[in-house]
């Protein structure tokens, strides 16, 4: 079975639900009967019911940009898993890199929102990646090991079907400094290959890898040619229509 391609939308914190709206009602007649690949769109908390409002019926899938790892609880300001299943959600970000490094996300907390999100059928989009000085002191492999291991922890093969991991070089998130294709698939293989090892070749030759850091309409198309290269998790690109959409029809 040949691997889905995913296009997923980060749109972070930008737009309102009025704006979101905005963006859907342009954004989905250029996506109209696309059926090649997934897209996913995936707003801030606050409009994710407008966009699956919108969405509805279109085949574009709606996902949240992270969640809390429990269910319910005292944790003020948190979103948790039962929250976007009741909204319609059906995937979400997990571990993008913004968290790590602004809000003191671990691979262990990961780990279990990771868990958490399987319990409820949530698609858990999982970001790894190192940082621009991890790659010049050439610990790229390193630190995709330790974060591939650390995210997939206590995680079965037959509970990781649904996992896409995103590969995500730090270095090249909002700088429009690309990784180029090879060094984006160079990489891939290092992730699945140890998915492989964690998890058994059959897991590891099914789960869709995403490259994200600056994808753009211009470099998409070389990124998706690359076998290893399962779609793309797209920021500031993600956040115009046309420009989404000349992605996702790369
Ligand atoms: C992201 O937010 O996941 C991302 C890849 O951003 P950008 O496309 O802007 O680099």
């Not at 691997?3 to 109209?32: C, D, G, H």
């Not at 602004?102 to 958490?116: G, M, P, Q, S, W």
């Not at 270095?171 to 998890?199: D, F, M, Y």
């Amino acid at each position: 079975m040949p691997r889905k391609p995913l296009i997923a939308a980060n749109w972070k914190m930008y737009k309102t639900p009025v704006q979101s709206q905005e963006f859907m009602k342009l954004f989905l007649p250029l996506v109209a009967n696309h059926g090649r690949d997934e897209i996913v769109v995936c707003p801030s908390f606050t409009s994710i019911s407008v966009v699956i409002a919108a969405a509805t019926g279109s085949g574009v899938a709606v996902g949240a940009q992270n969640m809390h790892f429990a269910d319910e609880g005292a944790f003020t300001g948190e979103t948790s898993p039962l929250m976007l299943k009741a909204l319609g959600a059906t995937h979400v970000i997990l571990g993008h890199s913004e968290r790590r490094q602004y809000f003191a996300e671990t691979d262990e907390i990961i780990n279990k929102k990771l868990k958490t999100a399987l319990q409820h059928q949530l698609i858990p989009i999982v970001c790894v990646g190192e940082v621009l000085a991890e790659r010049e002191a050439g610990k790229t492999e390193e630190v995709l090991l330790r974060q591939t291991r650390g995210v997939l922890a206590g995680i079965t093969a037959s509970e990781a079907v649904p996992i896409v991991i995103a590969y995500e070089p730090v270095w090249a998130i909002g700088t429009g400094k690309t990784a180029t294709p090879q060094l984006a698939a160079e990489a891939h293989s290092v992730i699945r290959k140890e998915v492989a090892n964690l998890l058994g070749a059959e897991t590891a030759a099914n789960l869709r890898i995403l490259y994200g850091g600056s994808v753009k309409p211009d470099n998409a198309t070389a990124l998706m040619n690359e076998e290893e290269i399962d779609g793309a998790l797209v920021g500031g690109a993600s956040l115009d229509p046309q420009s989404f959409a000349k992605i996702v029809n790369y």
